[in-house]
C-alpha cells in the first residue's frame, strides 16, 4: 500500500528566513511522481513543485526546491526567502499506478 | 485560475437527497478526477475518468457514482446523503492517461453541507 506521511501539522518561519517542510513516502513502484501542493484560505489546490521519481535531480521553482531522497523515500519542501503570502496548508501528494495519496498536510505560519 | 472548473460552489441539501456535481477540465485534458476534503478523513481520491472510461477507483462510496460526457466534462453524483458526506469536493484534471499520471490541476471545488 503506498502512503505518505508529514509528520510536522503546524510551522512558523519569520518573514524572509527558511522553512523546511518534511514529507516521507513509501511505495514499492518504480515510477511514480512526487507534489507539493498549497491550499490557502481560498482553500483553492495550487501546484507549488513537482518531481519526477527517475529523475535524480531535484525539482526547483523560485523560492521553492525539494530535497528528494528515492532510497529514503523523502521528499522535503523548503521555501527561502518566505513571505507573507506563503501562508498556507502544504499537502505532499504521492501519484503512482492509479493510485493518489495525499498527506495530512502541513500548516505554515509566516511571521511578520 | 487553474482552468479546471467547478459548480456549484456551494450546495447546501437535505439528508437522503440527491445533488449532483459538475466539472470542466482543462482545454486538451482528458482525464478528469475526484477528491473528497473532510476534517476527519483529510484529501481522499475517489474516481479518475479518462476520455469517457473510468479508468481508477479510490475510497468512493457505493452511494457516489462519476460520469464523463463525449465533452470530457464530468459529473459527480452523491445519493441518499448523510451528514458526514459534508465536504469539500474537488476535480482536477490532466492531459495524460498512464498509470502513473502527470500534474493534476484542481478546480475551485464544490462545498457541500448537509444539514
Known amino acids: 500500500a503506498q502512503t505518505v506521511t508529514q509528520s510536522q501539522p503546524e510551522m512558523s518561519v519569520q518573514e524572509a528566513e527558511t522553512v523546511t517542510l518534511s514529507c516521507t513516502y513509501d511505495?514499492?513502484?518504480?515510477?511514480?511522481?512526487l507534489f507539493w501542493y498549497k491550499q490557502p484560505p481560498s482553500r483553492q489546490m495550487i501546484l507549488v513543485i513537482r518531481q519526477e521519481a527517475y529523475k535524480q535531480q531535484n525539482a526547483t521553482e523560485n523560492r521553492f526546491s525539494v530535497n528528494f531522497q528515492k532510497a529514503a523515500k523523502s521528499f522535503s519542501l523548503k521555501i527561502s526567502d518566505s513571505q507573507l503570502g506563503d501562508a498556507a496548508m502544504y499537502f505532499c501528494?504521492?501519484?503512482?499506478?492509479?493510485?493518489?495519496?495525499f498527506g495530512t498536510g502541513t500548516r505554515l505560519k509566516v511571521l511578520a | 485560475d487553474s482552468g479546471v472548473t467547478q459548480t456549484p460552489k456551494h450546495l447546501i441539501t437535505a439528508t437522503g437527497q440527491r445533488v449532483t456535481l459538475r466539472c470542466s477540465p482543462r482545454?486538451?485534458?482528458?482525464?478528469v478526477y475526484w477528491y473528497q476534503q473532510s476534517l476527519d478523513q483529510g484529501l481522499q481520491f475517489l474516481i479518475q475518468?479518462?476520455?469517457?472510461?473510468?479508468?481508477a477507483k479510490g475510497n468512493i462510496l457505493e452511494r457516489f457514482s462519476a460520469q464523463q460526457f463525449p465533452d470530457l466534462h464530468s459529473e459527480l453524483n452523491l445519493s441518499s446523503l448523510e451528514l458526514g458526506d459534508s465536504a469539500l469536493y474537488f476535480c482536477?484534471?490532466?492531459?495524460?492517461?498512464?498509470?502513473?499520471?502527470?500534474?493534476?490541476?484542481f478546480g475551485p471545488g464544490t462545498r457541500l453541507t448537509v444539514l
Open positions: 482545454s486538451g485534458d482528458l482525464s
Open positions: 511505495t514499492s513502484e518504480s515510477d511514480y511522481y
Open positions: 501528494f504521492l501519484s503512482g499506478t492509479y493510485k493518489y495519496i
Open positions: 482536477a484534471s490532466s492531459d495524460t492517461s498512464g498509470p502513473s499520471t502527470d500534474t493534476q490541476y
Open positions: 475518468y479518462y476520455n469517457g472510461e473510468e479508468r
